[in-house]
């Protein structure tokens, strides 16, 4: 019997006028996940605990059998770990993504955040904005007297890490759930390290806005890299043995740092792909491959599709369409064919960690649906996977994680 998870990333959603009434999921066309859920299990379930952040990280913490409310210290520790850095006691790390703020005259504080991800910057411009950013003269004064230092990431998504600084009480606000917005209610508070933080962001902006790559990119009608935001903070985490729990052999294919970081923390294996960008233009056909080889040797793949988060927060609702549709057509049609003609027992998870809402292009807990098939069964039921389809099946609204177990039940 082999095991396989597929998360689309954001793909859940709430009903868009756009769409006449439908959400995405209803809208895309997804023939293989609507056969697969037809003869499977529809259900519903609560990902992001109450009173936690309603994100990736808690999300996906709990789809692999983790409590967020016991082990979730923040976001960037998790991220950290994915590359081997190293926190000790005192540290704190913090993601600190490369953004895009309005073209203007405007104070700092009054221009408007419009890009979470430096206008989608590729991973060689971005490494080379952050690291010209943390050699320019005032702002390297800045990060040593703070006590930070960067490791740059092949994509907008750093990892700054500041020793010997208290984050208690502090708030760091996602930005890619403010985007349009004024960054000045946004920006770092609640303790006197957050002034800090503010003071190198807005640094930062005078060192980055123009900075040769970001007129390159103005030029060519892109968006500019031209500021940090900090947010997730927290420090080192510890996650239980995913052998010791579930006593399977496995390996998660992503493009992002936060699943291979939990990956690491459980003691799975972790498979990079070449060209795998976290974007809609990604190879999905290489992580198909890397999935089909991990199942030749081990228990259990898990493959994350980044794609429809990142249409979402970018305001592109064809995007988060085509990205649905490649979902269905291009990885879970290959995959459940492949393992078909190999004559394979199979049990397959396939949902959405947290909505992204196309009406906010942001984050939300809510319930999402998930889809639980096993190719030794047919169970009748005979309905598409979608968020509808979801409320008639079973529900785990407690944001417990209860999908593994339910994945490895013989």
């Given at each position: 019997?082999?095991?396989?998870?597929?998360?689309?990333?954001?793909?859940?959603?709430?009903?868009?006028?756009?769409?006449?009434?439908?959400?995405p999921l209803q809208h895309a066309k997804i023939p293989v996940?609507?056969?697969?859920?037809?003869?499977?299990?529809?259900?519903?379930?609560?990902?992001?605990?109450?009173?936690?952040?309603?994100?990736?990280?808690?999300?996906?913490?709990?789809?692999?059998?983790?409590?967020?409310?016991?082990?979730?210290?923040?976001?960037?520790?998790?991220?950290?770990?994915?590359?081997?850095?190293?926190?000790?006691?005192?540290?704190?790390?913090?993601?600190?993504?490369?953004?895009?703020?309005?073209?203007?005259?405007?104070?700092?504080?009054?221009?408007?955040?419009?890009?979470?991800?430096?206008?989608?910057?590729?991973?060689?411009?971005?490494?080379?904005?952050?690291?010209?950013?943390?050699?320019?003269?005032?702002?390297?004064?800045?990060?040593?007297?703070?006590?930070?230092?960067?490791?740059?990431?092949?994509?907008?998504?750093?990892?700054?890490?500041?020793?010997?600084?208290?984050?208690?009480?502090?708030?760091?606000?996602?930005?890619?759930?403010?985007?349009?917005?004024?960054?000045?209610?946004?920006?770092?508070?609640?303790?006197?390290?957050?002034?800090?933080?503010?003071?190198?962001?807005?640094?930062?902006?005078?060192?980055?806005?123009?900075?040769?790559?970001?007129?390159?990119?103005?030029?060519?009608?892109?968006?500019?890299?031209?500021?940090?935001?900090?947010?997730?903070?927290?420090?080192?985490?510890?996650?239980?043995?995913?052998?010791?729990?579930?006593?399977?052999?496995?390996?998660?294919?992503?493009?992002?740092?936060?699943?291979?970081?939990?990956?690491?923390?459980?003691?799975?294996?972790?498979?990079?792909?070449?060209?795998?960008?976290?974007?809609?233009?990604?190879?999905?056909?290489?992580?198909?491959?890397?999935?089909?080889?991990?199942?030749?040797?081990?228990?259990?793949?898990?493959?994350?599709?980044?794609?429809?988060?990142?249409?979402?927060?970018?305001?592109?609702?064809?995007?988060?369409?085509?990205?649905?549709?490649?979902?269905?057509?291009?990885?879970?049609?290959?995959?459940?064919?492949?393992?078909?003609?190999?004559?394979?027992?199979?049990?397959?998870?396939?949902?959405?960690?947290?909505?992204?809402?196309?009406?906010?292009?942001?984050?939300?807990?809510?319930?999402?649906?998930?889809?639980?098939?096993?190719?030794?069964?047919?169970?009748?039921?005979?309905?598409?996977?979608?968020?509808?389809?979801?409320?008639?099946?079973?529900?785990?609204?407690?944001?417990?994680?209860?999908?593994?177990?339910?994945?490895?039940?013989?």
């Amino acid at each position: 019997m082999k095991y396989l998870l597929i998360i689309g990333d954001g793909m859940a959603d709430n009903p868009v006028p756009e769409l006449g009434g439908k959400t995405p999921l209803q809208h895309a066309k997804i023939p293989v996940m609507d056969t697969l859920a037809a003869r499977g299990e529809v259900g519903s379930v609560v990902n992001c605990p109450d009173g936690l952040p309603a994100g990736s990280d808690t999300a996906i913490l709990s789809i692999f059998g983790a409590d967020p409310k016991l082990c979730y210290t923040g976001r960037s520790p998790l991220e950290a770990a994915a590359t081997g850095i190293q926190l000790n006691p005192g540290d704190v790390s913090y993601r600190c993504n490369m953004v895009a703020y309005e073209d203007s005259d405007l104070p700092f504080a009054e221009k408007k955040i419009l890009s979470h991800s430096g206008g989608s910057i590729e991973g060689e411009q971005s490494i080379q904005l952050v690291t010209d950013l943390f050699q320019d003269p005032a702002f390297q004064a800045a990060a040593q007297k703070a006590g930070m230092v960067v490791h740059p990431a092949a994509s907008f998504r750093h990892i700054a890490v500041q020793s010997g600084a208290s984050i208690t009480g502090i708030q760091l606000i996602p930005p890619h759930d403010h985007l349009g917005e004024v960054i000045g209610p946004l920006l770092p508070s609640g303790c006197e390290n957050a002034a800090v933080l503010r003071d190198l962001m807005e640094l930062a902006h005078n060192v980055l806005d123009h900075h040769p790559i970001n007129e390159a990119r103005r030029a060519e009608g892109k968006l500019p890299a031209n500021g940090v935001w900090f947010w997730a903070e927290g420090s080192a985490v510890a996650l239980d043995s995913f052998w010791d729990k579930y006593h399977k052999t496995g390996a998660v294919i992503s493009a992002v740092p936060l699943c291979f970081g939990i990956a690491r923390l459980s003691g799975l294996d972790i498979r990079e792909v070449e060209g795998a960008t976290g974007e809609l233009e990604t190879n999905y056909e290489g992580k198909v491959a890397a999935a089909l080889a991990v199942l030749k040797e081990k228990d259990f793949a898990a493959v994350h599709v980044e794609a429809p988060d990142e249409c979402t927060h970018n305001g592109d609702l064809p995007g988060k369409l085509q990205a649905i549709e490649w979902l269905d057509s291009r990885v879970v049609g290959p995959l459940v064919k492949a393992l078909e003609e190999a004559g394979e027992d199979f049990r397959l998870l396939i949902l959405s960690d947290h909505k992204t809402l196309t009406a906010t292009r942001g984050h939300d807990g809510d319930p999402v649906p998930y889809l639980l098939y096993d190719s030794r069964r047919d169970s009748g039921r005979g309905l598409p996977y979608c968020e509808e389809s979801g409320t008639q099946g079973p529900a785990y609204p407690e944001g417990a994680p209860v999908l593994m177990p339910l994945l490895f039940q013989a």
